[in-house]
Antibody, heavy 122, light 108 residues
Framework: EVQLVESGGGLVQPGGSLRLSCEASGFTFSSYWMSWVRQAPGKGLEWVANIKQDGSEKYYVDSVKGRFTISRDNAKNSLYLQMNSLRAEDTAVFYC???????????????WGQGTLVTVSS | EIVLTQSPATLCLSPGERATLSCRASQSVGRYLAWYQQKSGQAPRLLIYDASNRAPGIPARFSGSGSGTDFTLTISSLEPEDFAVYYCQQRSNWPPLTFGGGTKVEIK
């Protein structure tokens, strides 16, 4: 059974940092692109970043470029999101999602974790 | 950036009725469009990928159609568990991968 379990969320002050983790099980983690998707309270879904199987390619939404860093450790079956210079508008539930290659490219998220809440507030 | 516009924002229907949800893209996405269902307090679930392919385990009452800029998700006969928010998402031209604003299907 595919499982994705996020951790690391919490309350942080504006300008602060937080590192999210996503532990994967039930599939060959190193064979999949992985993504982070967030959802602000009461709002829709926003893709944040994704990373290729070997970590050689990483992409970000413009609003987090230069502040967030996606990474992975295939030996630990884990995905990470380092978030620096956090702003109030980063407050959201952050989901990790499996991002399989379909018809030659990623971007259709077939499994999601339950999410971890990040609250940026003073 | 490709903008996806979903309509209507809210759909009020009764169990057993047919639901038709629309997603329009600001430029062609070919058939690289997916649909997700999200129930309150839960993570999204993939329903349809590449416009019309049902994800494993998704009931046949869910179907997707369209190509280019206009797409439709149809639920042929609403079950009580289908009342939720539905999002479309494109993977044709990225980054960024983008989602629509969602359609809430609520009980009439």
């Amino acid at each position: 059974e595919v499982q994705l379990v996020e951790s690391g969320g919490g309350l942080v002050q504006p300008g602060g940092s937080l590192r999210l983790s996503c532990e994967a099980s039930g599939f060959t983690f190193s064979s999949y692109w992985m993504s982070w998707v967030r959802q602000a309270p009461g709002k829709g879904l926003e893709w944040v970043a994704n990373i290729k199987q070997d970590g050689s390619e990483k992409y970000y939404v413009d609003s987090v470029k230069g502040r967030f860093t996606i990474s992975r450790d295939n030996a630990k079956n884990s995905l990470y999101l380092q978030m620096n210079s956090l702003r109030a508008e980063d407050t959201a539930v952050f989901y990790c999602a499996r991002d399989p290659i379909v018809a030659g490219q990623p971007g259709a998220f077939d499994y999601w974790g339950q999410g971890t809440l990040v609250t940026v507030s003073s | 950036e490709i903008v996806l516009t979903q309509s209507p924002a809210t759909l009020c229907l009764s169990p057993g009725e047919r639901a038709t949800l629309s997603c329009r893209a600001s430029q062609s996405v070919g058939r690289y469009l997916a649909w997700y269902q999200q129930k309150s307090g839960q993570a999204p679930r993939l329903l349809i990928y590449d416009a019309s392919n049902r994800a494993p385990g998704i009931p046949a009452r869910f179907s997707g159609s369209g190509s280019g800029t206009d797409f439709t998700l149809t639920i042929s006969s609403l079950e009580p568990e289908d009342f939720a928010v539905y999002y479309c998402q494109q993977r044709s031209n990225w980054p960024p991968l983008t989602f629509g604003g969602g359609t809430k299907v609520e009980i009439k």
